[in-house]
């Protein structure tokens, strides 16, 4: 037992899951499953939708249905309209569920305005994936914030690594209050590779739904959204994979965001290319497939710096900084940031050097086993206050 906490069982607690995103909601449905599948609590799903389409497409895999749906997204909204209207909604739940625990994922708007939300109620906080620290507020932006701010305002934290948690005992939380459990992308990762496997005819169904690609050329997975790189950054990438699809020997696969930033620059540059194919945003599942299938993944997103890994796949971070040093430290993944040269200089060296690319292919995955959903439940349950 650690010091300063008392282990006591507590039956039947209520516990409200708040998610908006297609990320919060992959790494938050083995949590929510975890939940319903123990008689000691009772789950509660609050969805603000804040990406509706892509949001939808993960509660269909996992077969979740909300039992609140604030539907807040709109065309063009902003962030302060978009931070009050979750704000405003996920209080109004709390007001008629009266949970014991509000849980949020991660550096999402909807986080940081439902644990705001909590907060103004006094409901205590559970931040899944907590600590994870750029040293930059506008990078990624505003994730970092939102991230730090969740910190502020949780009781329990459950970092995905060591270094997380040390983040967080820099800053002041308590020993007690911390708990690393690894990420819980992973679970879900292995949760959705275990169903393809056992399932021919979704294999089927997957392999019908993606594009097809010529078997003696590697293929390079590509995603890319962040705001902090609509300012030329997006482009600058870009303009990079057109110089890697024209070596001839590769083919890239790009399912384009919907942001109209994202899709505007991405189809002026490559839309014309015969080597790269822009696709539209995948659901979970094919996503995970095409992962495995895949030789090399170019990505600004964190979600992807933590799942390949557990595919043995190389990754190169299109971004300046990271807050998962982690995945660079074990070798799994490499900052490169923006400009178009070094994206193109880092991806062929991997794409021509089998050495350097299987000490990335096999480093260590530092974010876990799979298991983390359930080790946050336990710990939920069983905490107390320190007396």
Known sequence: MRPGIRLELVQHMRILTVFGTRPEAIKLAPFVLALKSDPGFESIVCVTAQHRQMLDQVLEIFALKPDHDLNVMRPNQNLTSLTASVLEGVGKVIDEVRPDWVVVQ????????????????????????????????????????????VGRLATLHFPPTAGAAENLRNEGVRESEILVTGNTVIDALQWVLAKIDRDGSLRDSISASLPQMDPSKRTILVTGHRRENFDGGLERICQGLRQL?????????YPVHLN????????????????????????YTPFAALMRRSYLLITDSGGIQEEAPSLGKPVLVTRDTTERPEAVQSGTAKLVGTRAE?????????????????????AHNPFGDGTASRQIADYIKIWRPAS
């Not at 909590?118 to 994936?129: G, L, Q, S």
């Not at 620290?133 to 994730?143: D, K, L």
């Not at 794409?351 to 292919?361: C, E, F, H, Q, V």
């Open 342 to 362: 070094d994206l193109v200089s880092a991806a062929s060296q991997l794409l021509d050097d089998t050495d350097a690319y299987l000490r990335m292919a096999r």
């Open 260 to 283: 109209p930033n994202v899709q505007n620059t991405v189809k002026a540059v490559l839309g014309d290319h015969p080597a790269v194919r822009l696709i539209a945003p995948l659901d």
């Open 106 to 149: 991660g550096d999402t708007t909807t986080a940081f305005a439902a644990a705001l939300a909590a907060f103004y109620r006094k409901v205590r906080v559970a931040h899944v994936e907590a600590g994870l620290r750029s040293g930059n507020i506008f990078a990624p932006w505003p994730e970092e914030t939102n991230r730090q701010l």
């Open 245 to 253: 699809a024209d070596r001839g020997d590769v083919e890239i696969i």
